[in-house]
């Protein structure tokens, strides 16, 4: 039977209800109305005619019409395996929102960061920007989203892309000391001097590169399991990368950052690899990310019963049990996707909060680790930047 893909979408929603009742009004003052399974089969035919001509979006409108209002007939079990099949096939083309969303918030960053980058006294920049930022990124993203129909794992390209290049270009910064000045009294010399400017610079180079590659990324089918195992493979391949430094003994700021970035580019491409290797759906790669945070949140309550005063054993006992909570969950979610006929692309707003609040209704979610920086103090008593892990308890409509 063909496909229902390649439907064309001139025939709208209402001719399929129009055809239903048509089929299932009386013909003539005499005429008998027709038993339930007699319609829900005619139905049926009709719905197989109208798919086997390419006129999905009519097929599909009958299979739920029978699903719905003739559920217990033979025709209804037959019209429910066809919207199975079909959604199982159809691409999600769930990503408009998503891309909006993320277009404005990143134009109100522009908005902000480029007066910073260019060393901006006045308010009235800072105002303009945030004026012109969000409006901008947000009809940038409009733009895309009408002259590209965009799946979830797409749009995730572009917008995690974004995302990570912003925070690539902050820690690359740091690495390579952009914007340092050297002072030196007699034969001591030490970093100092003001890098916002150089910083914000980066980091805005940085986003703009991500979202460039994302999108050429983008122009090509992107599943959902595969965008979210880059994502989760970044970072925790970051959190292995920060780790991995303190356990080995490295303290050179730059060094740790190199480390950590490195990991993390490690991490993504080696999570969306696996992910199309072994098929793993978006659902199953979030929950093996859940295992890993519940071992790493284990290791940090032990650390906080036992204290340890050794750096390596502090960090060490959250890593190891993170990664055990990773091997664990993968092994115990093995037949997930094939239980649940893989996974359910897209997902819920706020699915990133461990709670989430809708004005209504409470619910919880898999809290996604997010890159940021956190101010250490150095020997000398300055405060250096230093890569780290943020994760949102809570989310919140009201």
């Known amino acids: 039977m063909p496909s229902l893909h390649g439907r064309r979408p001139c025939q709208p929603l209402a001719a399929a209800l129009v055809a239903a009742l048509l089929l299932l009004a009386p013909c003539g003052l005499s005429a008998q109305v027709p038993a339930a399974a007699d319609s829900a089969a005619v139905l049926l035919e009709t719905a197989r005619d109208f798919e086997a001509r390419g006129q999905g979006d009519v097929a599909e409108a009958l299979y739920a019409y029978?699903?719905?209002?003739f559920g217990v007939t033979p025709a209804a079990a037959d019209a429910r395996a066809a919207l199975v099949r079909w959604r199982a096939a159809e691409p999600d083309r769930s990503g408009r929102v998503e891309l909006q969303v993320w277009g404005t918030l990143y134009g109100l960053w522009l908005g902000v960061a480029v007066p910073t980058a260019l060393s901006a006294d006045d308010t009235e920049a800072y105002g303009a920007g945030i004026l012109l930022g969000a409006p901008a990124g947000f009809l940038a993203a409009r733009a895309v989203t009408?002259?590209?129909?965009l799946t979830e794992g797409q749009t995730r390209a572009i917008t995690w892309g974004g995302t990570w290049g912003t925070y690539q270009g902050l820690g690359w910064g740091e690495v390579f000391d952009v914007g340092t000045e050297e002072f030196c009294s007699g034969d001591v010399c030490f970093d100092g001097g003001d890098r916002t400017e150089e910083q914000f610079a980066s980091m805005i180079a940085g986003g703009l590169v991500g979202v460039v590659v994302g999108g050429i990324l983008s122009r090509r089918e992107i599943d959902a399991g595969v965008a979210q195992a880059a994502h989760y493979g970044s970072i925790w391949g970051?959190?292995?990368?920060?780790?991995?430094?303190?356990?080995?003994?490295?303290?050179?700021?730059?060094?740790?950052?190199?480390?950590?970035l490195l990991a993390g580019n490690a991490?993504?491409?080696g999570g969306a690899w696996a992910a199309d290797r072994f098929g793993l759906s978006r659902n199953r790669?979030?929950?093996?990310?859940?295992g890993a945070l519940l071992g790493g949140l284990a290791g940090v309550g032990l650390d906080l019963m036992i204290q340890p005063d050794d750096d390596k054993v502090a960090v060490g006992i959250?890593?190891?049990?993170?990664?055990?909570?990773?091997?664990?969950?993968?092994?115990?979610?093995r037949d997930y996707d094939r239980a649940s006929g893989a996974g359910v692309p897209g997902g819920e707003a706020g699915a990133e909060a461990l709670l989430r609040f809708d004005g209504d209704d409470w619910s919880a979610g898999i809290p996604t680790p997010q890159p940021t920086v956190v101010r250490v103090p150095d020997a000398?008593?300055?405060e250096r930047l230093r890569p780290g892990l943020r994760f949102t308890l809570f989310s919140g409509r009201f």
Request: hydrophobic share 45%; proline share 2%.
């Open 267 to 269: 991490g993504l491409v």
């Open 146 to 149: 009408r002259s590209r129909s």
């Open 285 to 290: 790669v979030r929950l093996i990310g859940l």
């Open 380 to 382: 000398t008593g300055r």
């Open 318 to 333: 959250p890593f190891l049990l993170s990664l055990g909570g990773l091997g664990t969950a993968a092994h115990l979610t």
């Open 238 to 260: 970051s959190w292995v990368g920060l780790a991995g430094s303190t356990l080995s003994g490295v303290e050179e700021d730059d060094n740790v950052w190199a480390l950590t």
């Open 66 to 69: 029978i699903v719905e209002q």
